[in-house]
């Protein structure tokens, strides 16, 4: 099969490799569509270290089942699937509490580092197990479905602690996982829903997303503009760190209320500081929050029934075979470029060209 491989940060190689075949309780997808991730992007430039050379990165997919392996039933040939982007193990303690995201032998698609490595979806085929596999209504593409994953991250960060119609709630970074957040804290009932970002044309889609108030944090002002749109002045109930630094962190901390909530999705930094007697004496509480956990079939709901749009997330729908020029674009944030989908195979291809 074909693939793209990084052999070396930076680069990435449009290759053949072996296909994987499908052992006992898995199934081979022939894949469609694959999302390129932000942790991609930040692996294709070696600054996370979870993506050691050689890999193959990629984790937000969908496809066509082409095989199963033995003991497999709930599926076979020909069936429209997409599936977590994490491999948990079904058995540990954390597996049977629903928690899959927390299993202690969980393994990331597309993820190399020192622990393990597991190849991902920037391919044409990819074996995974069952149990992470879910069928995508027949109203939703393969484009839109390989959508998925990066929504359920946003669905499990917003269920981390209760958001309703009383709620004035702050996203901090209007990325893929930011945009999706504002979508489903609006679906959730959130009256007043405000974007924070350094980017206006990010901002200008998380408007389009159903952000209600747009905060440029360019002009060093967002906290005092926050404040300002709160009730009474007094802080907002929720913020969600969908960007994961120190300064954002730290914005969302400062901008919720007394008893307030801080949800944790993103983790670009590595280590931050924090005012700790603030978040104690102000009782704050803190979210963290990691992937997914069984959220895949609410997701495809929101997708399937309009609720969620995610269309309008995608900068740019390519061939897999141009992959590495587009992830140097993106990187370069060239032209505005946020969220680009790899078509995987031929006929992918030509049914997008339709």
């Known amino acids: 099969m074909k693939a793209l491989v990084m052999h070396a940060y930076g680069k990435l190689t449009y290759e053949d490799v072996p296909t994987p075949a499908a052992g006992p309780g898995e199934v081979l997808i022939r894949l469609k569509a694959c999302a390129v991730c932000g942790s991609d992007v930040h692996g294709f430039d070696g600054s996370t270290g979870r993506r050691k050379p050689p890999v193959i990165m990629g984790h937000e997919a969908s ?60 391919a044409e085929y990819v074996a995974v197990p069952e149990r992470i596999l879910y069928r995508i209504p027949d109203n939703v593409s393969f484009v839109q479905a390989a959508m998925v994953e990066p929504l359920s991250i946003a669905y499990h960060a917003a269920t981390r602690t209760a958001i309703g119609p009383e709620d004035t709630v702050v996203v901090a970074g209007a990325g893929t996982i930011g945009l999706m957040a504002v979508q489903v804290v609006r679906s959730f009932g959130a009256g007043r829903v405000i974007a924070v970002d350094i980017d206006g044309g990010r901002l200008a889609l998380a408007k389009e ?46 901008s919720v209320g007394l008893d307030g909530r801080v ?58 075979s141009e992959g590495d020029r587009w992830m140097r674009r993106v990187c370069g944030r060239e032209d505005g470029l946020t969220k680009i989908v790899y078509l995987c195979d031929g006929e992918s291809i030509a049914e997008a060209a339709r």
């Open 63 to 122: 496809g066509v089942v082409a095989a199963c392996g033995g003991g497999v039933t709930a599926y076979r040939p020909g069936d429209r699937v997409t599936f977590d982007s994490t491999i948990y193990c079904g058995d540990c303690a954390m597996c049977r509490a629903g928690k899959g995201n927390l299993c202690s032998r969980r393994r990331v698609l597309g993820v190399s580092c020192d622990e393990y490595r597991q190849d991902g979806c920037f």
């Open 263 to 320: 949800i944790l999705i993103g983790n670009t930094a590595r280590d931050v500081h924090f005012p700790l007697q603030y978040v104690v004496t102000r009782q704050i509480s803190l979210f963290g929050s990691c992937a997914s956990a069984g959220e895949y079939p609410a997701c495809l709901e929101l997708i399937a029934s309009g609720k969620v749009k995610v269309d309008g997330m995608i900068s740019r729908v390519v061939p897999l």
């Open 209 to 254: 997303s159903g952000a209600t108030d747009c905060i440029h944090a360019g002009a060093g002002d967002a906290l005092e503009r926050i404040l300002a749109l709160s009730p009474d002045g007094a802080g907002v109930s929720v913020a969600i760190d969908a960007a994961g630094n120190e300064a954002t962190m730290n914005l969302c901390i400062r």
